[in-house]
T-cell receptor
């Protein structure tokens, strides 16, 4: 069975600074996908960034980037130039590749609550 | 249209009531999901539908009854719920074509059982 661990329940960062959220996972699969989802207070869960395990290059989306270390089973999220709107709960999630019999369901970590302070 | 909509936004019901939650998407996604989310916790998977057929039921009590009438619509029928069922209920959808497709989430229905 797969597990996802987020070891930082809460973090805070000053506006315009950089912050890194950690995520580790455990799987025996070779092909899978990793995601970071953001859930602002009382608002919708949205995808921040995704990484396909077969790709060695780290994914980036504007101010968001990941450090994917497949051998170490680590998938951290770096937020640069933090903005007040980045305040949210961040969930790391794992999904098996469909050819591994995946129904596309996500295995979530417990989340990291990020507060961006002015 | 890249949106998943859920109605109602809020629902308060007694333990003897029958109510339904509705989820709709028009992105052509053929996989749809129901999750339950308690405060400050990750979503917990309840049901998965693939091509309008139930493919995963995560041992959910029978007082929750899902239904997928067509490829755009997903319902969750509620009957004889308990106060501990109070939570945010999230719907999500996902394309089954292509390589890697993320789930798109709706805004949720906040359910309170009295």
């Amino acid at each position: 069975a797969q597990t996802v661990t987020q070891s930082q329940p809460e973090m805070s960062v000053q506006e315009a600074e950089t912050v890194t959220l950690s995520c580790t996972y455990d799987t025996s699969e070779n092909n899978y996908y990793l995601f970071w989802y953001k859930q602002p207070p009382s608002r919708q869960m949205i995808l921040v960034i995704r990484q396909e395990a077969y790709k060695q290059q780290n994914a980036t989306e504007n101010r968001f980037s990941v450090n994917f270390q497949k051998a170490a089973k680590s998938f951290s999220l770096k937020i640069s130039d933090s903005q007040l709107g980045d305040t949210a709960m961040y969930f790391c999630a794992f999904m098996k590749h469909k050819y591994g019999g995946s129904q596309g369901n996500l295995i979530f970590g417990k989340g990291t609550k990020l507060s961006v302070k002015p | 249209d890249t949106e998943v909509t859920q109605t109602p936004k809020h629902l308060v019901m007694g333990m003897t009531n029958k109510k339904s939650l509705k989820c709709e998407q028009h992105m052509g996604h053929r996989a749809m999901y129901w999750y339950k989310q308690k405060a400050k916790k990750p979503p917990e998977l309840m049901f998965v539908y693939s091509y309008e057929k139930l493919s995963i039921n995560e041992s959910v009590p029978s007082r929750f009854s899902p239904e997928c009438p067509n490829s755009s619509l997903l319902n969750l029928h509620l009957h004889a719920l308990q106060p501990e069922d109070s939570a945010l209920y999230l719907c999500a959808s996902r394309s089954l074509s292509g390589r890697c497709n993320e789930q798109f989430f709706g805004p949720g229905t906040r359910l309170t059982v009295l």
